[in-house]
């Protein structure tokens, strides 16, 4: 009994051997000696002359081949017509599962060389399905981006950054007005010519090295974003005593405050108005990288950016009124609560739908900028926007 059995599973190891052999077995294609020039004609795979490599003939470098035709779905099929070759005209193919992907030379990607990152068992990406990519995407959420460790590291607080999603994702703003902010600054994707530690000048300032520890303070921003911490703090009163929004490269980095306590994302208007300034800057910044001699004018930049967040705000007006409308119509009750909710501490929107009431220090921004009309402020083309 015990001999049978250990019989049967020789056999069976012998089948599988066998099985892996003929897997295993080498297809070439026919090919020419390159030219002159060192370059083969591409020919098209179904026009291609297919072969196996059997085994060697007693004639050096020549080998017994048997002729393959290839099927419909790229499958290599013996015919059981033999050959003679010189080896000369072996070109390797590279093969996808076990079909044809065509000249070794000639496609991309191999897939033994190539697989899915975190991919589980790293199998070959001709071998790669459905469970693979879908346990790859699982695998990229569980652990947090480089991106996010990274600004974890370097500030060293607890960074909330659940809010910070919900703040993109519930917020304002569009993609228009927070993807340049959330790709450059919070993926740290921003070109920094000194990031590598070798001594580059800032090209803004020339001053510093131009890295993540110099950006946030950077004199040709530093006055702009002064104007914008008091301001914030006007709008958002002290804790004990202590203000809740600082120079720091938390919050001009991640638009956080709060950081002696228990770190806060910017309520949702203010935290629109951060990432467009942000985008307006980094316009700048490339501007800088591409145009020879050009200078900054930190002040305009804070204006653009002003009357964008202006026209951000005034959309929202424009959607309560179509609301407000089709309620009557409709004889439906309605209410800004839930957007007033979001445009706090910086506007709300009246019952009628008929105006934005501008926060003051908002309003005085806005007519700086020359983006609101003001009894007493002028729009402002010196150093104060
Ligand atoms: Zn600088």
Redesign the pocket.
Known sequence: MGQEREQSREMNDIEEINKKAIKKWHYYALGDEPDEEGQNTIIDKEEEMYFRGDEPTEQEDEWHVELCTISPRGHLIPREIWRTLHIKYFVPLTRWGTGVMGRACEVFPHPDQWTFENSPGNKPLDQIGVNEIYRTLIARKREAPNCMKNWDRRLGIEIPWRAIGENLTRGLGTNRDTSSWFKNILHRALYLKGKGGQNTA???????N?DWI??WK????TPTWRVIIEDFNELLPPIQGIKRVRMSPEFIYLGLIDIEFTPHVLPIGLSLLHSILWKFMIIELYKLSQIEHYRINANEVARRALRRYTTRIRAKLRRAQIEHTRSTQQGYEHNNNLLNKKLHPVAQINADCTEIIWHPVVHRWLALAGAEEHDTIKPNFTPEW
């Open positions: 800032c090209s803004a300032c020339h001053q510093e131009e110099h950006l950077c004199p040709v921003w």
